[in-house]
């Protein structure tokens, strides 16, 4: 199984950020993909998760307004877009799949003026 991310993103407040990760190694359906993050010194934090399957999506309460967890099944690609971002944004962002046993490299979003 192999997660790749896209590159690390700068972005100042307010605006949105679209993040990618592309799996390959396994049948892309069979596995929810999930979406952690880890802001500096704090903990992981789940944020999200779709079934690629049939676009079933679920978010952590604190991320249902401003995150959109989508999955592209022809490419095998999922995607967490994250709006209206604040400076408390700022993280590293994974994407994980077969119950979190997976991980791609991590994500920087950085939320700056």
């Known amino acids: 199984v192999q997660l790749v991310q896209s590159g690390d993103e700068l972005r100042t407040p307010g605006a949105s950020v679209k993040i990618s990760c592309k799996a390959s190694?396994?049948?892309?359906?069979?596995?929810?993909i999930e979406w952690v993050r880890q802001a500096p010194g704090q903990g992981l934090e789940w944020m999200g998760r779709i079934d690629p399957e049939d676009g079933a999506t679920n978010y952590a309460q604190k991320f249902q307004a401003r995150v959109t967890v989508t999955a592209d099944t022809f490419t095998s690609t999922a995607y967490v877009d994250l709006i209206s971002l604040r400076p408390e944004d700022t993280a590293v962002y994974y994407c994980?799949?077969?119950?979190?046993?997976?991980w791609g490299k991590g994500t920087l979003v950085t939320v700056s003026s």
């Open positions: 994980a799949v077969g119950g979190l046993v997976n």
């Open positions: 190694g396994y049948t892309f359906s069979d596995y929810y």
